[in-house]
């Protein structure tokens, strides 16, 4: 089993991860970002704030693909950020935790959620997901590990440590509603099995009376 099998660990270790951000992640026309530009042109929206934006590269590809929108984004590691604030002029970025995101209630049209949730254990997860829905004034967007089997979850969660969701069952318990799957293919993530095997993009609406 992996050694980072809990929120903590994972939170840590990237808080204080060193890389070269612009090398490593800075890749906005890889194929699942090309894919959410294109869903996302399928819902109303003005202003999205991504939770987990690393260095920024969905950022970018949506500025490019959605002209006119404000976008903006956190992360927990601050070389992360301090990364992607030199690829924007007028994007607002933060430093801070999923589940404290530190905007007013229904401050952005979508919230946004990009293989960031993997990192989160079954006992905070929830927490997460409040949060969205506080912040969010129409849609969370996430492009996150699914199955609704149980086995499944247990064993990617044993071997690589990564925590998958049944997202339709957990999505209707935080009274998210008119939700969508859209399954990851082989072309949209060509590098890695498990987002080809388990990859999804979701879509839900948050409730109105929140």
Not at 62 to 71: D, R
Request: charged share 25%; net charge positive; with cysteine.
């Amino acid at each position: 089993m992996k050694l980072f099998n809990s929120t903590q660990r994972w939170v840590g270790w990237w808080q204080t991860r060193k890389i070269d951000w612009g090398a490593h992640y800075m890749n906005p026309r890889h194929p699942h970002r090309l894919l959410l530009a294109e869903v996302l042109k399928h819902i109303p929206w003005l202003s999205l704030f991504e939770v987990g934006c690393g260095a920024g590269a969905n950022l970018v590809t949506l500025i490019k693909t959605h002209p006119g929108k404000q976008v903006g984004g956190m992360d927990i590691n601050t070389e992360a950020v301090a990364f992607a604030t030199t690829q924007f002029n007028n994007a607002i970025l933060k430093v801070g935790s999923g589940d404290d995101i530190m905007m007013s209630d229904k401050s952005a049209g979508v919230i946004l959620s990009d293989m960031m949730l993997i990192y989160i254990s079954p006992r905070h997860i929830g927490r997460y997901l409040k949060e969205f829905k506080r912040v969010a004034r129409g849609y969370v967007v996430l492009c996150e590990l699914h199955s609704d089997s149980w086995r499944h979850r247990f064993a990617v969660k044993w071997k690589e440590g990564y925590n998958l969701y049944d997202y339709k069952k957990l999505l209707k318990k935080h009274e998210f509603y008119d939700i969508q799957m859209y399954k990851l293919s082989k072309e949209d993530w060509p590098e890695s099995t498990l987002q080809q095997n388990y990859g999804h993009i979701i879509v839900a609406r948050v409730p109105e009376d929140y």
